[in-house]
């Protein structure tokens, strides 16, 4: 699995990009974890709004910060597809 977070580094770019790792370490994905913060590659990618996640090249959620623990449950059901 890759997972990319797209955002400018603003505080909920960096809230995401920390709770991405941490979920994907503590659930024991196989997932490497890259944090984008380039705007050609954001934009590229047709992400007008972030944070934004981006799941094996599909954008999965753009524009907002969710809760650890919905993260986490998008992380894991993502993985299981």
Not at 24 to 41: C, F, Q, W, Y
Request: aromatic share 4%; hydrophobic share 40%; charged share 30%.
């Amino acid at each position: 699995m890759e997972i990319k977070v797209l955002g400018s580094g603003c505080v909920k770019c960096r809230g995401l990009d920390h709770r991405v790792r941490k979920a994907v370490a503590e659930l024991s994905l196989n997932a490497r974890v890259e944090k984008v913060e380039d705007l050609t590659e954001i934009m590229y990618l047709g992400v007008m709004r972030t944070p934004a996640l981006v799941v094996d090249n599909k954008v999965v959620m753009s524009g907002q910060l969710p809760t650890y623990n919905k993260l986490k449950e998008l992380l894991l059901n993502l993985y299981k597809e």
